[in-house]
């Protein structure tokens, strides 16, 4: 393994003029409900509306000039693609996005706009769209989590984590690929290794719980779930070694809690996350993640893309 927090450190310095700092808000009123101290990294305020501008800006910056005129291929459940249409734009260049059939209108919609071609395929077969367009038009992919360039890009947010709030005890982290938790975990273990790290993931695709327990990436049975952000199959292969390492433990979080997550924290913390983000709360609602009175505990809210279809599935939970 090759990226430390040296790595996270430089790619916090390039991709600098182009992310937002995002706050890391306490939330008091938020206590009561989940027997801890709550922080909670707004990711959510991201420009592109999530954390994966940081990984994709990290990686595009890393491109030649020539690579990047040959135009700009990724697979995406919809933030990632939304991310790299952004930079493309920013940056002169073409952008490409594979989506699933799935994907939420409000993601797809913003991609349009910025200006990306759309590609749509099921969800399994993104990677290898993605793959056969490069070869056929000599793209560059840029690919959403199985990179350390990406994962550099997105442990920026765990420095800044750790910035804003040196003494936490826990962070709570959704994951899907494990681009993110990979490098938020490489960064706040490097700063604080008395930190905890769990991740969240949905009961329905346990692909990390499975790996871990397995010592090795494990493809989980193919099945939906509300969290339309978290929706890998098989840990990346690049990622995994840096989850085994420097995480505390995962939850499997059904999809009931997933919502309830969601919903505690517009209704009473008066932030709009998507259902992906909500999961972080979901975990220690659902009690698979211990936390104590005192503990201050940082849940990592990935992105705000939601629907008002995904807002209405609240009104029963």
Known sequence: MSLTVREIKAARDRIAPYIVRTPL???????????????????CMQ?????????????????????LQRGIVAASSGNHGKAVAYACKKLGTKATIILPNTVAEIKENTIRQWGAEIVKCEVSERLEVAE????????VLVPPFNDEAIMAGQGTAGLEIMEQCPELDTVIVPASGGGLIGGVATAIKSLSPGTAVFGAEPAAL??????????KPVLVEKK??????????????VCFPYVAAHTDGFADVDEEYILRGMKL?????????????????????????????????????????????????????
């Not at 420009?47 to 690579?67: P, Q, V």
């Not at 939906?224 to 292969?237: C, H, K, W």
């Open 206 to 215: 346990p692909r990390y719980s499975a790996s871990l327990k397995a010592g």
């Open 224 to 237: 939906s779930t509300v969290a339309d952000a978290l929706v890998s199959q098989i840990p990346g292969s």
């Open 25 to 43: 808000l306490r939330m008091n009123n938020l206590d009561q409900f989940l027997g801890c101290e709550v922080y909670v990294k707004a990711e």
């Open 47 to 67: 420009t592109t509306g999530s954390f994966k501008l940081r990984g994709a800006m990290n990686r595009i910056l890393s491109l030649s000039e020539e690579e």
């Open 265 to 317: 924290l517009l209704t009473e913390g008066k932030l709009l996350c998507e259902p992906s983000s909500g999961i972080s709360i979901g975990a220690v609602l659902q009690g698979l993640i211990p936390v104590r009175q005192t503990d201050k505990v940082c849940f990592f809210i990935s992105g705000g893309s939601v629907s008002l279809e995904q807002l209405h599935r609240l009104e029963s939970i």
């Open 132 to 139: 056969k367009l490069c070869q056929e038009r000599n793209a």
